[in-house]
């Protein structure tokens, strides 16, 4: 067990190197000089140049990658070209009402997702599938930032029942104010969370219904609310908890637009700003940190499938 | 006696697009106290049709019962509501599955299944139900009751996980048990361990058992009754000795007589030239981690044989034995870890795969699934030129071959342009001996080819087989766990355990005088040799 | 012998129902996605010039200027709409078209030949791990935002997926007694690809370009949103949304018709491909999303 879980965890550094590598190499191919593109069109030749310094563009590969690298295993995810600030800190001042943002809206999914993926499959060819199908079929097509547009439009501007956008913390601002204004992102980046969720329950549950042991619980005389609740959806969790890993790739996207739909003064406007500011290092930081936080909780997902399935032995 | 079950006059209709109008039609028969009914069919034939009618487990969506009577005691099954139903099931009524290794909850242990039992019907204690458990679990002679109970599923054998099941179909005193072949999954030894458990546990509580099966070897063993179906319709019931010894359905006398004898025939010695050799053949299976201890399986250890053309050895063997294993390292389409393999005195053991690509014609293979054995998508013609043309035969030639040898194994020509879908499984596993024969091979290895057939169907694939190895001066190496089969069709017998050869031997040999305690054990196995012997000597 | 019919109780009524359902999906998505696309072939042929300024007449509701109203700038937005549909069509397809391409070839190498499985499959692994939005926005960032850059960028972290599934159907496939008969008569590898494995990924594959489609075209949507698309000069349903939030208060139907158009588009998409999966193949379902 402990052999195991110490080779998953050794496992993820090539995966993580890979990361590296690419985010690397992405800015030294980039057509054109990036230095340039970088600097704008109103840029002088020594802005340029100094913005080439501070990529680290100037030396040899060879020695940029290793200074990288080097760098990397410092936990140093590069300098802000504007602020001048480390990109490390500046994570660190909005990492708050992202990761909130982020646990709110896994929590509300998994609720709605779950039962609602399990009663489609229990009652599959119904029109209660055939409705939670469209649901699921119409998140993956509304695009975010149009969906919380038309939240932002119904709840707040017509009904006036929550505030139209920023964020109160929970810790400074308390409780009340938090939920009331994470409730309509939260809503909103769940939509897609919940089809995306809704729909693997739905497929996994449905495959355990027609396993034998299902039928091992009828010819027991067992309920079927209890058969559903006890024998199928033990047996279909890995799959879904496998999706909700990969949906964390979703999610993150989902949280940059949220954020600048909804004024959120999270990393997704940090990334906005940094598009606005031309300030490269940011957005490759945050590249790098996501993916990190990606492979990390995809690591953990991975170990915790032996508390679902026994059979799942290391 | 008294009534235990009655059925009578069921009718269970097929949805509207199938090829018959009911599943089962008029379907009488009863099963009273302390007896064993054996209800005896091929595929299709309804069997368990019936069985998930009395448990009303049927898929409401497509089978529904539209006449008839189900009594269990008096009552009738298909007038009551869920809930009442649900309430007999479990506690008056049980079933077992074919599939003991799907049928149990993979992630909950096998005692809390078991104990479910209690938690549904009756409202008793968790340290009484529990304990309950454990009796049960001892009455099922199974070892190390408290083991047991905390265990999951997949860390039990087959057989072990049937013994749960039966201990859980028993915990409540059912007055029927409903046993759909409930031994067919499990290995020959395994399989006559359970069979006289459930007669022990049958016997001695004094219930009613349906029991289903394909083998009349196994209701020989068992049955007090049998019923016999086809498509649907009981065609011929009574006492077993009766069914048995004298058939008045013709269906009946076709099921019996195809069912292969034990006693195997004579045969002369095989004298052809040796074909195949391998020494010493070994295969490790390891799995290296690269951090921690590596496991290693030896699937096959120092396996020795040599088959001549025009002689059939059979290798057999129970799950697990590594007879497949063997074959597979023949064919190469798994690497031997050591040892040789010599076709026609050529090692290809280790040979490169561009080199043996042009030996391959010489060794082919017939594979057990006749459903996954045809790629789908391509019509039989041209799965069977593929071969040939490979080694530059060209297309017209081919196609004239494959015409020839489409009729040899008896399918008409124009079976070339259809597709593997609209064969039977028994066309099928015809149409690769004919893949395999196009390509003029001198060795044939028939990979539990008759495996997955009905038995009517087995025997006439049997009677190609054979036929095709004496026209062909084939070199025929016959993979199987059925001693029966073996006997009939082999001149010659490997017998496996673990990966190892226990015995080797001529057929008529082996089996008059095994000499392996494994070899016994085998034989002793075999379900219905009473019967057969029995009904010998009086012919 | 498992007795094939009626041993499990399912039986064919429920997969007729779904196919039935599933070919009425696929249908009306397609009918709907045939309109569109025609409409974005030939509509601006018809309509103003979607780039014409005319400051008399900014931020107009729909109706008093045209369908849509106009924007700040005057310009109509039903014509900019309109064109803004072929800019997501060719987004769309030109993406599903290079992923499946692309994620076909290193598939099907990864699943056939060991010593570079572990090599694709780690770096696969590593690609699927940066969020695709930033991966976009930092090659945009680097390269100026054109429609080239904006198709690479979102066909990138498409890749893994594609690479997955074909690998995966095929280190089943090989497993089949078909694929081992055939090399048991010699066929030579690449024969075994292509007659006997590759087909087998065509239907997995048209129902996973329905699905790169969609989010691609929405990828490229959020990406102009954010203003890291498509440049201004040709209207996109991103950019023009973007473009609309600053006055999003007074004016909402300028990000809303865009909107609603892309979500109708992203929509038929995907109901063709949900039809196409339970219709082709039930089995394949769960392999994907």
Redesign the interface.
């Known amino acids: 067990m402990f052999k195991y879980v110490a080779m998953r965890v050794l496992s993820t550094i090539p995966v993580m190197a890979v990361v590296a590598l690419f985010v690397f190499v992405l800015l030294r191919l980039a057509p054109g000089d990036p230095a340039a593109v970088i600097a704008g069109d109103y840029a002088t030749a020594e802005d340029v140049e100094r913005i080439r310094q501070q990529l680290g563009l100037a030396d040899s590969v060879f020695v940029q990658f290793l200074r990288w690298l080097g760098g990397l295993m410092q936990g140093d995810l590069g300098t802000s070209i504007f602020s001048n600030r480390p990109v490390t800190e500046l994570i660190g001042q909005r990492l708050e009402p992202t990761l909130l943002l982020a646990l709110t809206t896994i929590v509300f999914s998994v609720a709605v997702a779950v039962p609602l993926g399990t009663l489609a499959a229990y009652r599959a060819g119904s029109a209660v599938d055939r409705v939670v199908m469209l649901f699921s079929v119409g998140g993956f097509s509304v695009p975010v930032f149009v969906l919380g547009y038309i939240l932002i439009y119904t709840m707040s501007m017509s009904l006036k029942i929550l505030p139209v956008q920023g964020y109160k913390s929970p810790f400074e601002d308390g409780i009340g104010p938090f939920l009331m204004h994470i409730t309509l992102p939260t809503v909103t980046l769940s939509v897609i969370f919940i089809a995306l969720i809704s729909r693997m329950t739905r497929a996994s549950v449905l495959e355990v219904l027609e396993e034998d042991y299902i039928r091992t619980a009828r010819a027991k005389g067992q309920s079927e609310f209890r058969i559903l609740l006890r024998h199928a959806l033990r047996n279909a969790a890995v799959p879904i908890v496998t999706v909700i890993g990969i949906g964390i790739a979703l999610l993150i996207g989902g949280v940059v637009v949220t954020e600048s739909v909804y004024n959120i003064p999270g990393l997704g406007r940090l990334v906005l700003d940094a598009v606005l500011a031309r300030d490269y290092p940011i957005i490759q930081g945050l590249m790098l940190f996501f993916s990190f936080i990606y492979i990390i909780i995809n690591l953990i997902i991975d170990l915790s499938y032996t508390f679902f399935d026994p059979r799942i032995r290391y | 006696m008294t009534g235990v079950l009655e059925i009578e006059g069921l009718t269970v209709s097929l949805p509207a697009a199938s090829d018959r109008e009911f599943a089962i039609k008029d379907v009488t028969f009863n099963v009273e106290e302390s007896e064993i009914v054996c209800i005896v069919g091929e595929s299709g034939s309804g069997k368990s049709v019936t069985a998930f009618s009395v448990m009303g487990l049927l898929d409401r969506r497509s089978l529904v019962p539209v006449a008839g009577a189900i009594r269990l005691q008096d009552r009738d099954l298909l007038k009551l509501g869920d809930r009442e139903l649900r309430r007999l099931r479990g506690e008056r009524m049980s079933m077992i599955f074919q599939e003991p290794m799907t049928a149990l909850n993979p992630v909950m242990r096998v005692g809390e299944q078991i104990a479910e039992m209690h938690e549904i019907h009756s409202g008793m204690s968790k340290p009484r139900r529990n304990e309950r458990v454990l009796r049960a679990l001892e009455d099922v002679r199974l070892p190390e009751p408290d083991r047991i109970f905390s265990s999951y599923p997949h860390q039990l054998s087959g057989g072990q996980r049937q013994r749960i099941m039966i201990a859980m179909a028993l915990l409540l005193e059912p007055v029927l048990l409903i046993a759909d072949e409930p031994t067919t999954a499990l290995d020959v030894t395994t399989q006559a361990k359970i069979l006289s458990l459930i007669k022990d546990l049958q016997s001695s509580r004094g219930m009613g058992v349906m029991f289903i099966t394909h083998d009349f070897g196994v209701v020989a063993e068992i049955a007090n009754r049998v019923v016999v179906m086809q498509n649907g319709l009981v065609v011929e019931q009574g006492p077993v000795e009766e069914v048995l010894q004298s058939p008045k359905h013709p269906y009946t006398r076709l099921l019996i007589d195809a069912v292969p004898s034990i006693e195997p025939p004579d045969k002369p010695a095989p004298s052809g030239k040796v074909a195949l050799e391998t020494e010493r053949l070994n295969k490790v299976y390891s799995s290296a981690g690269w951090v921690g201890r590596s496991s290693t399986v030896k699937a096959a250890q120092d396996v020795s044989l040599t088959l001549r053309r025009g002689e059939t050895l059979g290798i057999v063997g129970e799950s697990g034995s590594g007879k497949s294993t063997v074959a597979r390292c023949i064919m190469r389409l798994i690497d031997p870890t050591s040892g040789a393999v010599l076709i026609d005195g050529v090692d290809i053991a280790d040979m490169r795969q561009n080199r043996l690509r042009h030996l391959r014609h010489q060794i082919q293979i017939v594979f057990q699934d006749p459903y996954r054995s045809l790629n789908p998508r391509r019509s039989v013609g041209k799965s069977i030129v593929e071969g040939p043309m490979n080694f530059g035969v060209p297309e017209d030639e081919a196609w004239r071959r494959a015409k020839d040898l489409i009729e040899v194994v008896g399918l008409s020509a124009d079976s070339l342009d259809r597709y593997p879908h609209q064969f039977s499984g028994g066309q099928r596993q015809r149409i690769c001996i004919a893949r395999a024969l196009v390509m003029e091979p001198i060795i044939l290895i028939a990979d539990e080819a008759v495996s997955a057939l009905d038995v009517s169907v087995q025997s006439q694939v049997l009677d190609l087989l054979d036929s095709i190895r004496r026209n062909f001066q084939l070199a025929v190496l016959f993979i199987t766990h059925d001693l029966r089969v073996a006997a009939q069709i082999c001149d010659r017998i490997i017998v496996m355990q673990n990966g190892r050869v226990v015995e080797t031997g001529s057929t008529s040999a082996l089996f008059s005088d095994p000499k392996a305690p494994y070899t016994r054990e085998l034989l002793a196995a075999a379900p219905g040799r009473a019967w057969q012997a029995g009904s010998r000597a009086e012919n | 012998?498992?007795?094939?019919?009626?041993?499990?109780?399912?039986?064919?009524?429920?997969t007729?129902?779904?196919i039935a359902?599933a070919n009425r999906s696929v249908l009306w998505g397609g009918c709907a996605l045939a309109a569109i696309m025609v409409c974005a072939a030939a509509g601006p042929f018809f309509v103003a010039d979607p780039v014409a300024l005319n400051p008399m007449n900014r931020l107009k509701p729909p109706g008093a200027e045209g369908f849509f109203g106009t924007d700040m700038l005057g310009r109509d937005l039903f014509s900019r709409v309109l064109n803004g549909a072929r800019v997501s069509l060719t987004v769309g397809i030109a993406v599903a078209a290079l992923s499946i391409a692309v994620g076909l070839v290193l598939g099907l190498i990864a699943g056939y030949i060991r010593l570079l499985d572990a090599v694709i499959m780690?770096?696969m692994?590593?690609?699927?791990?940066?969020?695709?939005?930033?991966?976009a926005?930092?090659?945009i960032?680097?390269?100026?935002a054109s429609l080239l850059t904006v198709v690479s960028a979102i066909v990138i972290p498409e890749i893994p997926r594609v690479v997955r599934l074909v690998r995966s159907i095929v280190l089943t496939v090989r497993e089949?007694?078909?694929?081992?008969?055939?090399?048991?008569?010699?066929?030579?590898v690449p024969?075994i690809m292509y007659?006997?494995i590759l087909?087998n990924t065509i239907a997995p594959l048209i129902v996973q370009a329905t699905y790169i489609c969609?989010?691609a075209m929405?990828?490229e949507?959020?990406l102009g949103?954010?203003?890291?698309g498509i440049p201004p000069e040709i209207p996109s349903w991103g950019n023009i949304?973007s473009e609309g939030r600053t006055y999003?208060?007074l004016t909402?139907w300028i990000?809303?018709f865009p909107?609603?158009a892309?979500?109708?588009t992203?929509?038929s998409?995907?109901?063709v491909g949900?039809g196409l999966r339970d219709t082709l193949d039930p089995r394949i379902?769960?392999s994907m999303?």
């Open positions: 012998m498992p007795e094939a019919s009626g041993n499990a109780p399912s039986g064919s009524d429920p007729t129902f779904r359902v780690r770096v692994d590593g690609l699927m791990s940066i969020p695709a939005i930033l991966l926005i930092a090659m960032s680097l390269s100026g089949e007694p078909y694929v081992e008969a055939a090399i048991a008569s010699g066929t030579k024969q007659r006997h087909p969609g989010s929405l990828l949507a959020i949103f954010l203003g890291a949304m999003f208060q909402p990000i809303f909107g609603i892309l979500a109708l992203v929509l998409v995907n109901f949900d379902a769960r999303r």
